[in-house]
């Protein structure tokens, strides 16, 4: 008799495994009966699938339970799904893994995840059908980023309003916090905290953040729930009857128009004040998307690329209003939520927290190419015209149009954003290897944004309006200093428009960096000081990349063969004098060549630099050298114990533009053992001459005494050439060596060589493809040297009877 057709109560007295013999899988018998079967039973069920069943199988059993299974049984495998899709909190369980999931590499389970995850996919619907019943699932405070934590943790509620009406006290204390979240908050913490909590990526594992299931999956969600045109989509169906219901959405805190305008000192509540209002009906439209904005990164390169992402997304939904819902007298007018939140998304969600991330970014981000992420995010939030729907197109000769002078509010708004961040990128920049391509590119990035026309007019016109003395106007100051109440909506009406451009741009300066700033304007005499000294610095690292491109062209093919098989002079004081084009060939000298030269060009643009400073620049560059066509000592200044390196001097000497002449002083045979060298053939090589020097000290003497050729010849070998013309090393004074003269010895340290060794064997190795045996080769090889030992001693004779 089939198990369906037993009646209900019998049903509940068969045990699991009796139905695993009657069906496939446990998830099966408790698909069967949905309405008899235990939560408990559900998630143990899909626990043991996950495990024994393939991962298309498992996708396609959730999408069963979710359309089949109500929302009572729902709720208590969702935290568990969560945390499997995601991985776990404290890092411990990846999930699957979506950070690493491409399509170009594993396409089926790609294809699935995206399916399974899309804003309009099963495990969404999942998400709403439990909204309706107003389901709360615990998220640990410890587990919150840092600040927010802390805040929480010394019972401070957070100025963020999605942490309102949330926390729940334990008896534990705020160790214990728990925040009592919708099913679509915690499925949105957890997917954004599974960037932050997750263990970095391997180095080995080469994996392009912008082609991963999660970068994707971001851009879909923002898409979705930030739209350009038309409203929210509602939540999806639960039935075929009709839509789930939202719950009541988060409590506001705070008008939107009213938020940016104080220090974030004044937001700081109690939590035992947490005080609960009536939210208007309309606000259900909008609560999704203000919950995506309010989640928080740690600044990791792959953060970045996400929070650059968000800017692109919030700046076409900002500006996707239509110009007469953006006029100001549209605010008096009844408007859709919608259209309230698209105007208020930057400066209540995003201004403030992204000025400080910028901030940290810009002062601890190391000096390398990794802050070109950085970098695209910056200039990506300075230019919204790219992303507005009416954005500007290139002309005909490539040449950006000006920039319209609607985005002049936006600019003065922003003004630190522009003006205080570029200060602090030409601060970084003058401490970077410009000759280095991927940091040149940087510098031309930045120079070629803010050089578009009539944006460096609309920022100085911000400074100025800045800078314009404050009158006392009774009702201006209250404005000002005012803290805003919490009690509202975030649908607010908006207070009466603000007129006066001075005062809107003092707030956003204030409100960022608070009364007591000392402002530095980009257009000031310390900012154009830093623009020239960068100027003075792009035009070295020209001059430096073409002399290492010339000098690679001038330097025949085959020398660093030959250098390495020891046919040419080795330097034994052990200097380098390369930089990273070396190893880069022409094409990246010439990039840098040309990245420099525009950047150049625009900051003359921007500050309206002289050709006669530029020239001033590269004039000077004649000085650095001297008659003999080497480069100078670095910049120094003469102080009571001698040279004193200068900043330019140091950062000449970092960046490999120039060197002092550094020699090695001491006996070349005790030099440190170098890298191309066996340090235990060195050192048994250096004890055998060492002996054979103490036994035949008298015999090699009087053999380099003799004035015949054998004298010639033991001089040429066992003598150290040009001892007498070394200097010390202090490049004051240049003053000759004093030393003693050592008489003659032999050096055996030439066989420790690595080089030397492989030339050998490689001598050895061709002589035997012309079947010649070990003893000729070598008998060869030592009749070559005597001949060219013969030569060389000649030739050093003969340059000694023509010197003076």
């Not at 411990?92 to 996919?121: A, H, K, T």
Request: proline share 8%; net charge neutral.
């Amino acid at each position: 008799m089939p198990l369906c057709h037993l009646p209900a109560r019998l049903v509940h007295s068969v045990p699991w495994f009796a139905k695993k013999a009657i069906f496939n899988s446990p998830l099966e018998a408790a698909m069967a009966f949905p309405h008899l079967q235990q939560p408990s039973f559900l998630l143990a069920s899909l626990k043991a699938d996950s495990i024994n069943k393939p991962f298309a199988q498992q996708c396609q059993d959730l999408v069963k339970v979710i359309e089949d299974f109500p929302a009572k049984e729902l709720h208590t495998i969702f935290p568990w799904l969560v945390e499997s899709i995601f991985g776990s909190l404290d890092g411990v369980l990846i999930g699957w893994n979506l950070r690493c999931l491409q399509g170009r590499v594993n396409p089926v389970e790609y294809s699935i995840v995206m399916e399974f995850l899309d804003p309009g996919g099963p495990m969404m619907k999942l998400v709403y059908k439990l909204q309706a019943e107003d389901y709360k699932f615990d998220f640990p405070v410890s587990y919150l980023p840092g600040p927010v934590k802390a805040s929480i943790q010394e019972c401070i509620l957070p100025d963020s309003p999605l942490y309102h009406n949330k926390v729940q006290f334990t008896p534990t204390g705020g160790l214990g916090l728990n925040l009592a979240l919708n099913p679509f908050e915690y499925y949105i913490f957890f997917f954004a905290l599974s960037l932050i909590t997750q263990k970095p990526l391997p180095v080995s594992l080469h994996v392009r953040t912008s082609d991963c299931a999660y970068f994707i999956l971001v851009d879909r969600y923002l898409s979705w729930f930030l739209p350009t045109e038309g409203s929210v989509p509602p939540p999806l169906s639960s039935s075929p009857g009709g839509t789930s219901p939202s719950p009541p959405p988060r409590t506001p805190a705070m008008p939107f128009a009213s938020y940016g305008l104080h220090h974030t000192s004044l937001l700081k509540r109690h939590i035992s004040h947490q005080t609960s209002v009536n939210a208007d009906p309309a606000s259900h439209e909008i609560w999704r998307s203000e919950t995506l904005l309010q989640e928080s990164f740690t600044p990791t390169e792959e953060h970045v690329l996400v929070v650059r992402l968000l800017l692109k997304h919030l700046h076409a939904f900002a500006n996707s209003l239509k110009p007469e819902q953006a006029s100001p007298s549209a605010h008096s007018h009844a408007t859709s939520p919608l259209e309230e939140f698209k105007r208020a998304a930057v400066p209540r969600f995003v201004q403030q927290k992204l000025y400080l991330f910028l901030q940290h970014c810009f002062g601890h981000w190391p000096l390398d190419a990794s802050f070109r992420a950085v970098l695209e995010m910056w200039l990506s939030y300075l230019q919204p015209w790219r992303y507005a729907p009416d954005k500007q197109a290139l002309g005909s000769d490539s040449q950006p149009r000006c920039v319209s002078e609607k985005w002049a509010p936006f600019v003065q708004e922003n003004l630190l954003m522009y003006t205080k961040l570029f200060v602090g990128f030409l601060n970084r920049a003058l401490r970077t290897d410009l000759v280095s391509p991927k940091h040149a590119l940087m510098v031309f990035r930045v120079a070629k944004v803010f050089a578009q026309p009539n944006l460096a007019e609309m920022i100085q016109k911000g400074e100025q309006l800045f800078l314009e003395p404050e009158l006392v106007i009774p009702h201006r100051q209250h404005r000002l200093f005012t803290a805003p109440t919490f009690t509202g909506s975030f649908l607010s009406p908006w207070p009466p428009a603000v007129t006066d451009a001075s005062f809107k741009v003092k707030s956003h300066v204030y409100s960022l960096e608070g009364q007591d700033c000392k402002y530095t304007p980009m257009f000031g005499p310390e900012a154009r000081t830093l623009v020239l000294r960068l100027a003075q610095l792009i035009t070295q690292a020209k001059h430096t990349a073409k002399s290492i491109s010339d000098q690679c062209a001038e330097s025949p093919t085959g020398h660093s063969f030959l250098s390495w098989l020891g046919f040419s002079s080795m330097d034994t004081n052990g200097s380098y004098t390369a930089n990273d084009l070396d190893e880069m060939g022409q094409d990246s000298v010439r990039k840098t060549d040309e990245y420099l030269e525009k950047a150049l060009e625009y900051l003359r643009q921007i500050f309206r630099l002289s050709e006669a400073q530029l020239r001033q620049f590269t004039l000077a560059l004649g000085t650095a050298q001297d008659e003999n066509g080497k480069k100078q000592l670095p910049d120094c200044i003469v102080g009571e114990d001698g040279l004193m390196l200068t900043p330019l001097g140091r950062y000449q000497i970092i960046n490999g533009l120039r060197r002092f002449e550094i020699e090695y002083q001491g006996d070349p045979e005790l030099q440190p053992i170098r890298s191309y060298e066996i340090a235990s053939l060195v050192r048994t090589l250096f004890r055998l001459s060492s002996a054979i020097n103490h036994r035949f000290a008298g015999q090699m003497a009087a053999l380099c005494s003799r004035d015949d050729f054998l004298g010639s010849l033991c001089r040429y070998h066992l003598t150290e050439p040009g001892l007498a013309s070394r200097h010390l090393l202090s490049p004051v004074g240049r003053r000759q060596v004093a030393g003693h003269t050592r008489g003659p010895r032999l050096s055996l340290r030439f066989l420790g060589s690595y080089r030397t060794l492989v030339s050998l064997l490689l001598a050895f190795f061709v002589a035997s493809l012309f079947r010649v045996g070990p003893l000729p080769c070598t008998l060869l090889l030592t009749l070559g040297y005597v001949l060219y030992a013969s030569a060389m001693t000649l030739l050093t004779e003969r340059g000694k009877l023509h010197q003076p």
